[in-house]
């Protein structure tokens, strides 16, 4: 079992995009599942100690995510994806905003543009993440915020229930 697992993580300014890949220790069926479907996605999606929770999701082109991350103290921190394409266990792409428990953007931050690429590899599957923002300064404040760490985090915990599957 390969625990030199890749992670990179680059942001490209003038692009005003974060760029992830990673590498799991599954197969491809089983990392695109956990992806894109609800029940595996809360176990992962948030960093520890938050909690990710799905109020609704239409895992199709035009469909929703629509959840939230609940804090320890119980605070709800709600957002949805839009999807906008889909190419079964290849690729997908959504636009991620920030909102209220109903779904209304949030106005204070725009949305980011994630373009997800899955594929094998030796046994393993690599998944190639671009972010994108409309500006760098929003960018520099979701980095600020600490996206690289709380997403490195949430990395972790796929792993870890890709080992137990």
Do not use: C
């Amino acid at each position: 079992m390969k625990t030199d697992l890749l992670m990179n993580f680059s942001v490209d300014k003038e692009n005003k995009t974060v760029n992830v890949k990673r590498e799991f220790n599954a197969s491809l069926p089983q990392v695109w599942s956990a992806w894109t479907e609800p029940e595996i996605l809360d176990l992962w999606w948030a960093p520890a100690p938050f909690v990710s929770k799905t109020k609704t999701m239409e895992f199709k082109e035009g469909g929703k995510r629509l959840y939230a991350m609940v804090g320890p103290d119980g605070t709800e921190r709600w957002s949805y994806f839009e999807y906008s394409s889909i190419s079964p266990k290849t690729n997908f792409k959504h636009s991620a905003t920030f909102s209220d428990a109903e779904g209304n953007p949030n106005s204070e931050f725009a949305s980011s543009y994630w373009d997800i690429t899955f594929s094998e590899q030796n046994g393993s599957t690599i998944v190639d993440i671009a972010i994108r923002r409309d500006s760098f300064e929003e960018l520099q404040k979701i980095i600020e915020m600490g996206f690289r760490e709380g997403f490195t985090s949430a990395m972790q915990g796929l792993d870890k229930i890709l080992a137990e599957k």
